[in-house]
């Protein structure tokens, strides 16, 4: 670190992995959209109360094209799923999931046959947070331990392959 | 108009053949009428100025499996002018091979139009002269319909799959 010294600290040397894991998990768009109740605790954490804009998330993307994660926040009904990976199709790589609430991550109360038995029959998902619905915390709580994972990821040698389980079946 | 009147007023006008029979609970009355004459007795409840049901409140169908006829549909009715309710109700009989079939209200009370839709989905039931007979809320491969008392809560993979069968792409 002798260099930054003879520099007068204006720069920082750090690895170029590091530098994009910060970068991608500093401003991590998620997708602004909701499918059941979980989307009403989703959106109390956007607001000032919760004010996820701390963590570099204010800017809900409507369009799939801009947005870096996908919350699926509740119920995924059987005739929502083609749309909901339609949308996931969409989003640009690299991409990641949270599966917010019971539903989605298992079907929840659900056990009947117009609902998906959870979300990661389908979807590559990367945090599971419980629930009905999860509270506020409980999101930024999931939210945290996902920028923590994508600080561990091998972004440059070992890119991760966003990928639809058993797409068009 | 009190309940018990407003069925004297019905029983004068179509005879026993129609009204099959009169039931209450609770203060509200509700006749079973025949199948085939529903339309008939839907469009004096509307247009007869004492009664004037110019309000469709509900349609919904109710699966009496095993009993015979197995399925029963509910008309729930309100004069706004009147401010009176009143519930119709008809037996469908389900012929061996055959979808049970009743006549469409729509063309009486417009808003039946999505009621029926929902009914004959989940019900199997077959409205004639619908003006738009599709699916309303179950996606458009299933065959099933899953109100019916015989059919499992959590479906099947083939009747109910997750995905419709070779999605092209999605």
Not at chain 1, 63 to 90: C, F, N, W
Not at chain 1, 103 to 125: E, F, H, M, T
Request: hydrophobic letters at 40%; charged letters at 25%; one cysteine or more.
């Amino acid at each position: 670190m002798a260099i930054e010294r003879h520099l007068n600290d204006t720069v920082h040397v750090t690895n170029l992995e590091w530098f994009v894991n910060w970068s991608r998990k500093s401003s991590m768009w998620p997708l602004g959209f909701g499918l059941a109740c979980c989307a009403l605790e989703m959106i109390a954490t956007f607001v000032s109360r919760y004010d996820l804009s701390r963590f570099g998330m204010e800017v809900a993307r409507p369009s799939p094209r801009h947005a870096d994660l996908m919350i699926v926040s509740g119920t995924a009904s059987k005739k929502m799923l083609p749309a909901v990976l339609r949308i996931y199709e969409q989003m640009a790589d690299p991409k990641w999931v949270i599966a917010m609430g019971a539903c989605a991550c298992s079907g929840g109360i659900y056990k009947n046959y117009a609902v998906v038995q959870g979300i990661d029959r389908y979807l590559p998902v990367d945090v599971y947070i419980p629930g009905c619905p999860p509270r506020p915390e409980a999101l930024l709580d999931g939210i945290l331990q996902l920028h923590a994972k994508v600080m561990k990821e091998q972004s440059i040698k070992n890119p991760r392959v966003p990928r639809i389980k058993a797409a068009g079946q | 108009m009190k309940q018990e009147e407003i069925v004297k007023k019905l029983s004068g006008v179509f005879g026993p053949d129609v009204i099959q029979s009169t039931t209450e609970f609770r203060g509200e009355a509700a006749v079973t009428v025949a199948a085939d004459r529903i339309l008939e007795v839907c469009r004096f409840l509307k247009d007869d100025p004492d009664l004037s049901f110019a309000f469709l409140s509900f349609v919904g169908g109710v699966d009496w499996y095993p009993q015979v006829p197995r399925f029963e549909m509910v008309y729930q009715l309100y004069s706004v002018k009147h401010r009176h309710r009143f519930r119709v109700k008809a037996r469908i009989d389900e012929k061996p091979g055959a979808d049970p079939v009743i006549d469409s209200i729509t063309e009486i009370w417009p808003t039946a139009n999505w009621h029926e839709r929902e009914t004959a989905e989940m019900f199997g039931i077959v409205f004639r002269n619908h003006p738009d007979p599709r699916k309303l809320l179950l996606p458009d491969n299933w065959k099933v319909h899953p109100l019916r008392k015989d059919f499992p809560v959590i479906g099947t993979e083939e009747d109910t799959p997750d995905l419709p069968k070779r999605a092209g792409g999605s």
